[in-house]
């Protein structure tokens, strides 16, 4: 054999045996936003031995972020005013003072410039950002331009956008604005995974990274703190998910490494009997009253009302009298309307729809009387006089006409059917419509 043949050889490529369809793919290269969509089709092997996104993500610094898409057509430019009106009304920071729009250094951080670059945009986004461990992080701006960073990263365009801190709540928290444009004038368009999860992800990423992750015996204190709350705690969450209708029994056996909890569970139970909403039967099974969540959350609703009084009369609280009638019900015609001048006005907790006002009436007594969404009171001010008017119980002479018509008309009310139909004028069909 000649030397040339002795140096020859030949390579063969063989079917991989990982391969499903005899063909190798390599992995595609995922951004952050691909990764919040998962792919088609079975689990790959070589994932089996990874931890999952939930256990990797288990002690991540919780965050609560609240979304909306706002459109400007119509009166959302008048609405989008009123709002940033809102967020930077009275009694907002630290020291009871008024908040002040901050941004990206960019573009100028205050209202009138920022609804001036909106007013012809298709939509604009309103976020709500509020970490866990708000009171703990040394610089909510910093915390805020990093998310928007990195939105900006994710997203693959600069962003428009100013910002907010309120601590006037339990809970601090961050008011996020953003335009609907891209850097290139095109609308901009957020994937709904990013919006619901993608961005939560990534401010509980920022958390951790500035506070640390949060350890297992971070985790129990936090709980063991609530053992004595007046409201609904994570605790209440686990007793109501184990127990069978009105019965949780405690001598069950509990997984490995889960005694703590069965002991915090124990304690919180105590608290529930002092509150009247446990009640022990002996041989470690106590009664849970069916309602005891509803309850702890009105509980905690009541507490609420009574902090946001005490912040907005400040020193002059420790002589006024909170007691339930402070809370004003449109319902309750026998106590009558009232009016009186606002000291207060804003969201519960800024996470939830809806809002309040704070009133001294003209006796001097605080009223707290629920409103409806910011839009709605964007107007309003501190020291102005306002009323706050009840239902009349009694039907109104246009309830009696609706109903009239309704019978006449196999039990439908139709307008249509008043005004063409019966002959009626249009005045008259309007006072049905709206009726006073």
């Given amino acids: 054999m000649s030397q040339d043949r002795e140096n020859d050889f030949r390579i063969k490529v063989a079917r991989s045996k990982g391969s499903a369809g005899g063909r190798m793919r390599a992995p595609r290269p995922q951004s952050f936003l691909d990764s919040l969509t998962p792919r088609r089709g079975g689990r790959s092997r070589s994932n089996r031995s990874r931890p999952s996104r939930a256990v990797q993500r288990s002690f991540h610094r919780r965050v609560i972020v609240q979304a909306s898409i706002k459109r400007m057509a119509g009166t959302g430019a008048a609405r989008l005013k009123d709002h940033l009106s809102y967020l930077e009304r009275d009694a907002t920071q630290k020291d009871a ?7 990206s250094l960019i573009h100028d951080a205050d209202a009138e410039g920022f609804h001036a670059r909106c007013k012809d945009d298709r939509h604009h986004f309103r976020f709500v950002v509020s970490p866990e461990d708000a009171e703990q992080m040394s610089d909510l701006k910093a915390y805020t331009r990093e998310l928007v960073s990195r939105m900006e990263s994710d997203l693959g365009t600069k962003l428009d956008w100013v910002a907010i801190d309120h601590y006037d709540t339990a809970q601090p928290h961050t008011h996020l604005l953003v335009r609907g444009v891209r850097d290139d004038g095109k609308d901009l368009v957020m994937p709904r995974a990013y919006i619901s999860r993608g961005m939560r992800e990534r401010a509980q990423e920022i958390s951790s990274l500035e506070l640390g992750p949060m350890s297992e015996l971070e985790k129990r204190a936090k709980l063991a703190r609530t053992i004595g709350a007046q409201r609904k705690t994570d605790l209440d969450k686990i007793i109501d998910q184990q127990r069978e209708g009105e019965t949780l029994d405690l001598r069950k056996p509990v997984p490995q490494g889960q005694l703590w ?3 915090l569970i124990a304690r919180r139970i105590k608290t529930l009997r002092q509150m009247g909403l446990a009640e022990y039967e002996g041989r ?5 009253k069916p309602d005891f969540t509803q309850t702890l959350t009105k509980m905690g609703e009541q507490n609420d009302i009574i902090k946001t009084l005490h912040r907005a009369f400040g020193e002059r609280s420790a002589s006024l009298r909170f007691g339930p009638d402070v809370v004003f019900d449109p319902a309750n015609f026998e106590a009558g309307a009232q009016s009186g001048i606002v000291r207060s006005f804003g969201r519960p907790d800024d996470t939830r729809e809806g809002g309040f006002v704070v009133v001294e009436n003209l006796k001097g007594r605080p009223i707290y009387a629920k409103v409806e969404e910011d839009e709605l009171f964007g107007s309003l001010k501190v020291g102005q006089a306002v009323a706050l008017g009840v239902y009349n119980p009694e039907p ?5 006409n609706i109903k009239a018509h309704a019978e006449n ?4 009310f139709s307008f249509v059917h008043v005004y063409l139909n019966e002959g009626n004028g249009e005045e008259y069909t309007k006072t049905l419509e709206r009726p006073t």
Avoid: A, E, F, M
């Avoid at 470690?284 to 849970?288: A, L, P, V």
């Avoid at 109104?396 to 009696?400: C, E, K």
């Fill in 396 to 400: 109104r002479p246009s309830d009696i």
């Fill in 409 to 412: 008309n196999s039990g439908v």
């Fill in 261 to 263: 909890r069965k002991h």
């Fill in 97 to 103: 003072s008024p908040g002040k729009l901050y941004g």
């Fill in 284 to 288: 470690g099974q106590w009664r849970i």
